[in-house]
């Protein structure tokens, strides 16, 4: 099993940034897609952005697309998500997520990911 740990989460004002990071431990994920999910309060956990085990492949909801960059660092064993042009719906409960199966696509749905971070906070202010 994997544990991972998201950082950078915090309080910025509409139209500005944050950059996410997710440290792994446990056992590599340089062989494994990693996805980024985020929860709003009394919302179901929605897909934001995946990234293929080798990097060569993104994906993002159409919301985020143009404004976020996911990327990940193999021999770090880290994820990032760069996150710009913040808009108050961005506000949630952001998660770092690992498959299980290497070298697997890339997924889009939470029930795809064996492995969670405990979330970091995303608030931003109108």
């Known amino acids: 099993q994997v544990q991972l740990v998201e950082s950078g989460g915090g309080l910025v004002q509409a139209g500005g940034s944050l950059s996410l990071s997710c440290a792994a431990s446990g056992r590599t994920v340089s062989r494994v897609a990693m996805g980024w999910f985020r929860q709003a309060p009394g919302k179901d956990r929605e897909f934001v952005s995946a990234?293929?085990?080798?990097?060569?492949?993104?994906y993002y909801r159409d919301s985020v697309k143009g404004r976020f960059t996911i990327s990940r660092d193999n021999a770090k064993n880290m994820v990032y998500l760069q996150m710009n042009s913040l808009k108050a719906e961005d506000t949630a409960v952001y998660y770092c997520a690992a498959r299980r199966q290497m070298f697997a696509a890339v997924a889009t749905t939470p029930a795809e990911y064996a492995d969670w971070g405990q979330g970091t906070q995303v608030t931003v202010s109108s």
């Open positions: 990234i293929s085990w080798s990097g060569g492949g993104t």
